[in-house]
C-alpha cells in the first residue's frame, strides 16, 4: 500500500522518508538584535492518502520536524502538518502548525514531475492564509510565508518588517 501512495505523490515523492542535517542557519530578531543561530534538524515524511474531498483527490506526507541549537538538547522550534499534492489542480500544499500558535496554509503550482516547487502564504488570504496568536499578531505578526522559509514578521513597536530565514542542507537517512 505504502508503494502506491508514493506513486501518486507527484513532486513530493522523493520527500517520503527521515531527513538530518546540522548545517542550519536560523537568521531570527531577539529583542532588537538580529541573530545568527547554528542548529541540526530532524524532519520525518510519512506517506498518507488517498484524502478525498468529494472530487479532489490528495496525496501526501505527514511530517513532524525538530531543530535543536547545535550542542544543546532541547529543541528550540517544533512543527507538525502535512505536505499534499492536488494533481487534478497541479497543486501542492504545506499545512501546519507551530507549538507558538501559528498556523501556516501554502500552495503553489506544480506538475506531477517537479523537481522544485514554490509555495506561499500571506496573512489575510482566505486560501493560502496564516493565523497567529493574539500575542504573535500584536507583537511579531507573520505577514508572509515562502517556501524557502523565509518568514516576514511585522514588529508594530518598531513599525518595521523583518525576514526571519532558516537554511539547512538535509539528507536522507
Same mark, same amino acid.
Given at each position: 500500500?505504502?508503494?502506491?501512495?508514493?506513486?501518486?505523490?507527484?513532486? &513530493?515523492?522523493?520527500?517520503?522518508?527521515?531527513?538530518?542535517?546540522?548545517?542550519?542557519?536560523?537568521?531570527?530578531?531577539?529583542?532588537?538584535? +538580529?541573530?545568527?543561530? !547554528? =542548529?541540526?534538524?530532524?524532519? +520525518? %515524511?510519512?506517506?498518507?492518502?488517498?484524502?478525498?474531498?468529494?472530487? /479532489?483527490?490528495? =496525496?501526501? @506526507?505527514?511530517?513532524?520536524?525538530?531543530? $535543536?541549537? &547545535?550542542?544543546?538538547?532541547?529543541?528550540?522550534?517544533?512543527?507538525?502538518?502535512? $505536505?499534499? $499534492?492536488?494533481?487534478?489542480?497541479? /497543486?501542492? &500544499?504545506?499545512? %501546519?502548525?507551530?507549538?507558538?500558535?501559528?498556523? +501556516?496554509?501554502?500552495?503553489?503550482?506544480? /506538475?506531477?514531475?517537479?523537481?522544485? *516547487?514554490?509555495?506561499?502564504?500571506?496573512?489575510?488570504? #482566505?486560501?493560502?492564509?496564516?493565523?497567529?496568536? !493574539? *500575542? &504573535?499578531? #500584536?507583537?511579531?505578526?507573520?505577514? !508572509? =510565508?515562502?517556501?524557502?522559509?523565509?518568514?516576514?514578521? $511585522?514588529?508594530?513597536?518598531?513599525?518595521?518588517? %523583518?525576514?526571519?530565514?532558516?537554511?539547512?542542507? @538535509?539528507?536522507?537517512?
Amino acid at each position: 500500500m505504502n508503494d502506491l501512495i508514493v506513486k501518486n505523490l507527484g513532486p &513530493l515523492a522523493a520527500l517520503s522518508g527521515t531527513w538530518e542535517g546540522d548545517l542550519g542557519i536560523d537568521v531570527s530578531r531577539v529583542h532588537s538584535n +538580529i541573530t545568527e543561530t !547554528k =542548529y541540526r534538524e530532524k524532519i +520525518i %515524511f510519512e506517506p498518507l492518502g488517498p484524502v478525498n474531498n468529494g472530487p /479532489q483527490e490528495l =496525496y501526501g @506526507l505527514r511530517y513532524s520536524m525538530t531543530a $535543536w541549537r &547545535l550542542g544543546e538538547d532541547e529543541a528550540f522550534h517544533e512543527e507538525l502538518g502535512y $505536505w499534499l $499534492w492536488d494533481a487534478g489542480n497541479k /497543486q501542492v &500544499l504545506r499545512c %501546519f502548525m507551530v507549538p507558538r500558535g501559528v498556523v +501556516i496554509n501554502a500552495g503553489g503550482d506544480a /506538475q506531477a514531475d517537479s523537481k522544485s *516547487f514554490h509555495l506561499s502564504a500571506k496573512v489575510g488570504s #482566505e486560501s493560502y492564509g496564516i493565523l497567529s496568536n !493574539k *500575542f &504573535l499578531d #500584536e507583537s511579531y505578526k507573520t505577514m !508572509k =510565508y515562502l517556501l524557502e522559509e523565509t518568514t516576514r514578521l $511585522w514588529i508594530p513597536i518598531n513599525e518595521a518588517t %523583518f525576514d526571519h530565514t532558516d537554511e539547512n542542507t @538535509l539528507t536522507k537517512v
